[in-house]
Nanobody
Framework: QVQLVESGGGLVQPGGSLRLSCVAS????????MAWYRQAPGKQRELVAT???????NYTDSVKGRFTISRDNAKNTVYLQMNSLEPEDTAVYYC???????????????WGQGTQVTVSS
């Protein structure tokens, strides 16, 4: 099983920036799509951004132009650069990855433990 560990969260003032990282480790034949989700208090978990193994990206409308998702396949790491942060971005951010245990296995998914991002003055 692939384990995901996020880092980089913290407290930042409105307008500031943070860079989240998520490292995937464990036995896997391949890691396919990777994504960042977030969950604010009292709200459902929502998809923030996705990136394919080839680098194709998608973003939820509220973060377009402010957040950038990227990955380093050699390091099995996905990043989320967050600029122009707003109080509404406050949430626990979770990493998610789809992976194959072997060439013939069905895709599986796993979650990280989450990292808190708080945007406040």
């Amino acid at each position: 099983q692939v384990q995901l560990v996020e880092s980089g969260g913290g407290l930042v003032q409105p307008g500031g920036s943070l860079r989240l990282s998520c490292v995937a480790s464990g036995i896997a034949f391949a890691i396919n799509d990777m994504a960042w989700y977030r969950q604010a208090p009292g709200k459902q978990r929502e998809l923030v951004a996705t990136i394919t193994r080839g680098g194709g990206t998608n973003y939820t409308d509220s973060v377009k132009g402010r957040f950038t998702i990227s990955r380093d396949n050699a390091k099995n790491t996905v990043y989320l650069q967050m600029n122009s942060l707003e109080p509404e971005d406050t949430a626990v951010y979770y990493c998610n990855a789809e992976y194959l245990r072997s060439p013939s296995s069905r895709p599986d998914r796993n979650w990280g433990q989450g990292t808190q991002v708080t945007v406040s003055s």
